[in-house]
C-alpha cells in the first residue's frame, strides 16, 4: 500500500512502513484535506471514487473550509469536516479548536 502525500506535507517517520504492513480492508478511516475551491473539489471526484474501490470498509471524511462549500462530491462521502474559512478573522485558538474537531 502506498501512503499518498504531497511534496511540503507531514507525516511521522514510520507512516510508510505502517501503510505497507495494513491490509485494505483493515483501514477504517479515511481524511481528505481539501481547502480549496469549485475546480479543485471536481478534480477530486475520480480519486475519492479510487478510494472507496480501494478501500470499501472505510468511511470517507472530506475536511473543507466554510468559505469554499460549492462543489462539495456529498455523493461520494460519508461525512463532512468544515474548518474556520477566512471570510471572517478567527484567532489561532479557534483555528486550532475546528482543526481538532476532525478528529484522530
Known amino acids: 500500500m502506498k501512503l499518498w502525500t504531497e ?8 507512516a510508510h512502513r505502517k501503510a505497507e504492513s495494513l491490509a485494505r480492508t483493515q483501514v477504517k478511516k479515511i481524511a481528505v484535506i481539501r481547502h480549496a475551491a469549485l475546480g479543485d ?36 462521502i460519508d461525512h463532512i469536516h468544515v474548518m474556520k474559512g477566512n471570510e471572517k478573522k478567527y484567532g489561532l485558538k479557534e483555528s486550532i479548536a475546528s482543526a481538532k474537531e476532525l478528529g484522530y
Open 41 to 76: 473539489m471536481l478534480l477530486i471526484r475520480p480519486m475519492l471514487v479510487t478510494l472507496k474501490e480501494a478501500f470499501p470498509n472505510a468511511e470517507l471524511t472530506l475536511s473543507v473550509v466554510s468559505n469554499y462549500m460549492s462543489g462539495i462530491p456529498n455523493d461520494l
Open 7 to 14: 511534496k511540503d506535507s507531514w507525516h511521522k517517520k514510520d
